[in-house]
């Protein structure tokens, strides 16, 4: 059994989330990062992480596709919880662009940037990694994302163009590979491009994947993660686990006890 990581899943989502925590545990899961997503969200987020000390390690965060539904004075408001609450915090995130049409009609870009540009100075200002959402909005995610100089992000599920990944890995940054990677070309290819020291791993549970057969993610579904990537890559799970959860130690300074396997 390997030592996972799963570093993005929404456990606030997640219905009988004591049953899938202990399922996690017997699949090997040695830590989960939870991630918030807005004020509700990040509030059990910290609850959850609470009850579950050293296995669950928030981060707290504001996804672009809530903006819709929050004015300025609740915008702020969010930013200064997340602030108040970023020493519980591993990382700030679930934050970014979404230049999905849908969620352009009703968050613009310049919305978005605005507020993502003061979630990136909070991450810079209190030394946090920054997890981010980019779809279709590869390129100027990581154009604010050097603009605020911070030091470490991870681009979730990154589906985005190759020359945007050689500038992300270029940059010291990350990317992460989820379930999608068992049938998502774009990802699939991200994936292969990646070098194994700029890859995590995660399932963005309770997100529902699959082409043919659907089902609704689980942290444990991070063994899904493992077997994508091996596959794509043609290296031994064994290898692709410790190197993954190494850098998922690291990257998010995690005070978790990790057996290197000889």
């Given at each position: ?35 918030g997503?807005g ?13 579950h000390?050293?296995?669950i ?11 819709a ?23 700030v ?5 979404d ?12 919305m ?45 599920w ?22 999608a ?7 699939r ?21 699959g ?49 290197v396997?000889?």
């Amino acid at each position: 059994m390997y030592e996972l990581i799963d570093t993005h899943a929404h456990l606030d989502e997640l219905n009988n989330l004591d049953l899938m925590i202990e399922e996690a545990r017997k699949a090997g899961v040695i830590a989960v990062v939870a991630v918030g997503s807005g004020h509700r969200s990040n509030i059990r987020t910290l609850e959850i992480s609470q009850q579950h000390r050293r296995f669950i390690y928030p981060a707290l965060g504001l996804h672009p596709c809530g903006l819709a539904d929050l004015g300025a004075p609740e915008i702020d408001d969010n930013l200064r919880f997340i602030e108040e609450n970023i020493s519980a915090a591993v990382a700030v995130g679930e934050i970014g662009l979404d230049y999905d049409k849908r969620v352009l009609k009703v968050a613009s870009k310049e919305m978005q940037k605005e507020v993502f540009g003061r979630l990136l100075e909070i991450a810079r200002k209190h030394a946090k990694p920054a997890i981010i959402h980019s779809r279709y909005a590869w390129r100027d995610a990581l154009l604010l994302v050097w603009e605020a100089a911070i030091d470490k992000t991870v681009f979730h599920w990154f589906t985005g163009f190759s020359s945007v990944l050689k500038d992300i890995i270029a940059g010291g940054f990350f990317i992460s590979a989820t379930p999608a990677a068992e049938y998502h070309e774009e990802h699939r290819r991200a994936v292969k491009e990646a070098p194994l020291h700029r890859l995590l791993l995660e399932t963005d549970c309770p997100v529902t994947y699959g082409r043919v057969v659907r089902y609704e993610s689980r942290p444990a579904d991070i063994l899904r993660s493992l077997e994508a990537v091996s596959c794509i890559k043609g290296g031994a799970e064994a290898t692709i686990a410790e190197q993954t959860t190494r850098n998922a130690i690291d990257f998010f300074s995690l005070d978790v006890t990790f057996r290197v396997r000889r």
